[in-house]
């Protein structure tokens, strides 16, 4: 059996300005924009926000506890936004109309930073969200509209389930969407520490990786219908699982390197030739920079990694591992992702094995133990 270990390391809502600020209130004048919002408009966004994640995002909703309270509405919120990305391929019935949606999202970010959001609720959310950040920061925090802006490109090329030309392209799309939206929660904390966006960068590339592994059955083999139960997106939230035509979403130079022919996965599944190989060493690429991120730690805590910088605006001149323990909560995917990589393992890198897309009953007992000891291994 292939294994992974020994592998060379790789690299409660709170009211925000349109819930309870004076400055919201009513008057007889004509707007052109509603820039208050009522608090019942905020907490239904709210509720559909964790609704979504409940159905659609199990780890994300699970983890949810771990992000501090001021900073929990945007988590939810963005985490959100993720699912209703990833869910456009599955609720889409042709490419240009994908690109439709897209283009609604882009245009919905600017309106959104702009303190005038569409009457969507992730929208809403996330706006009460980015507004309660600036009130509680008197404006020093943002958030990133070209952070917002590439999650949302990142996502273009899960319409067509266009290949990876190579595992350092996976690694980019990783990058794009999963760091991403590491790197925007911990904006929302606020933090800007490089030693935690090292941190975030690593994790979210190992996240966006299994994300497409777990995706990977459903995408070679979508469901019949544009909206189907057990969807693509509930699955991995990286790729399309309504796609027509099946699509095998490996980096092409790995399944040259193994042997692994699209045709073969198409008609055999599972039992295609190469196909365990390919996936392991995937697999072990994502294990790779959980590997990293453990290190780091292990460095940090023993001094050793003196070119770590923290450059916190809010809490100068900390050392770079209380940085990285007050973030702790945002590097708790590496738990999810963990776990699910031992049990792709147990099972010899068969992917399309129905243990791996079910929800691991561990999630909630191992986060605990890992955000107690401010430690992944």
């Not at 929660?185 to 590339?205: C, E, W």
């Not at 963990?338 to 897309?357: G, H, I, K, M, S």
Request: charged content about 20%; glycine content about 6%.
């Amino acid at each position: 059996m292939a294994t992974l270990k020994g592998s060379s390391p790789a690299r409660a809502l709170r009211p925000g300005f349109w819930g309870s600020s004076p400055r919201c209130r009513q008057t007889r004048a004509f707007s052109r924009s509603q820039q208050c919002r009522a608090p019942e408009e905020v907490q239904g966004a709210h509720k559909y926000c964790v609704d979504l994640l409940s159905k659609y995002d199990r780890p994300s909703y699970t983890l949810s506890s771990f992000i501090p309270p001021h900073a929990r509405s945007f988590y939810l919120a963005l985490r959100a936004l993720n699912v209703s990305l990833a869910l456009i391929p599955e609720t889409t019935s042709s490419h240009t109309i994908g690109l439709m949606r897209l283009q609604f999202w882009r245009d919905a970010v600017a309106k959104i930073l702009a303190g005038s959001p569409p009457k969507e609720p992730v929208a809403i959310l996330l706006a009460s969200a980015i507004s309660d950040l600036h009130e509680r920061t008197e404006g020093h925090a943002r958030i990133s509209r070209s952070w917002l802006t590439r999650l949302i490109s990142a996502r273009e090329q899960t319409l067509t389930n266009d290949p990876y030309s190579s595992i350092a392209d996976l690694e980019s799309y990783a990058e794009n969407t999963y760091s991403t939206l590491m790197y925007l929660t911990l904006a929302a904390l606020p933090m800007t520490s490089v030693t935690a966006d090292h941190v975030a960068s690593h994790i979210g590339k190992a996240v966006g990786i299994a994300a497409v592994l777990r995706g990977l059955p459903l995408v070679a083999f979508p469901p019949p219908t544009p909206q189907s139960p057990h969807g693509g997106a509930a699955a991995s939230l990286g790729l399309s699982g309504g796609a027509r035509q099946g699509a095998v979403m490996l980096p092409l130079d790995v399944m040259a390197q193994a042997g692994v022919k699209e045709e073969d996965v198409l008609r055999y599944g599972a039992d295609a030739e190469g196909l365990r190989d390919a996936v392991f060493t995937v697999a072990t690429r994502a294990s790779d920079h959980l590997i990293t991120v453990e290190q780091m730690l292990t460095n940090l805590r023993a001094g050793k990694d003196k070119k770590a910088m923290s450059t916190t605006r809010m809490f100068p001149g900390n050392p770079p591992l209380d940085e990285v323990n007050r973030a702790f909560g945002v590097f708790m995917p590496a738990i999810s992702t963990r776990l699910w990589l031992d049990r792709l393992q147990q099972y010899d890198f068969d992917v399309f094995r129905p243990e791996l897309l079910r929800s691991d009953w561990r999630l909630p007992w191992k986060s605990y133990l890992a955000f107690r000891r401010k430690s992944f291994s």
